[in-house]
């Protein structure tokens, strides 16, 4: 061992920085955030996406469109699945909760049935909308479109 491998004891040595701890530590005066500005004053937070004074991205990008607050939608299913689901269970009445237990709808979708599809069973079907075609094919075979 000599002067030139001398390491300090493990845990001696500080690695973080030691700020505003006065002019004896060497980062004393401005405690590294050099001289004005929003910056260097205590308190200073970044707002999510300022961008230094330029204009933000979010307000130089063009806007273009909108959103209808009353718009509904609805969860489509067609009367040829319909048709299926009464087969593989051997229902006769479709409600919204067995369209949900099928795994076709949840719990707070909207359903709208619409007549894609060929049906050939009796079927009274619960929900919320029905297209013309749909109420037709279900009418047709006997069954009842109840609207929810």
């Known amino acids: 061992m000599d002067l030139s491998n001398l390491k300090p004891a493990e845990g001696s040595v500080r690695k973080s920085k030691r700020l505003g701890r006065g002019e004896g530590s060497g980062r004393g005066g401005t405690s590294t955030k050099g001289h004005k ?3 260097s004053r205590s308190g200073y937070k970044r707002r999510f996406g300022f961008e230094g004074g330029q204009m933000p991205l979010q307000r ?4 273009f469109g909108f959103n209808n607050i009353n718009r509904r939608e609805y969860k489509c299913i067609n009367i040829g699945t319909l048709q299926e689901i009464s087969e593989k269970k051997s229902l006769a009445k ?3 909760q067995t369209m949900i237990e099928a795994g076709l709808a949840s719990g707070k979708t909207l359903v709208k049935v619409l ?8 079927l009274e079907v619960h929900a919320h909308a029905f297209s013309k075609s749909a ?4 009418e047709s075979k006997g069954g009842k479109a109840v609207k929810l």
């Open 37 to 39: 500005g929003a910056k």
């Open 60 to 63: 130089r990008v063009p806007k």
């Open 94 to 96: 479709l409600d919204l």
């Open 115 to 122: 007549g894609n599809g060929t049906l050939t069973a009796k």
């Open 135 to 138: 109420i037709e094919a279900i």
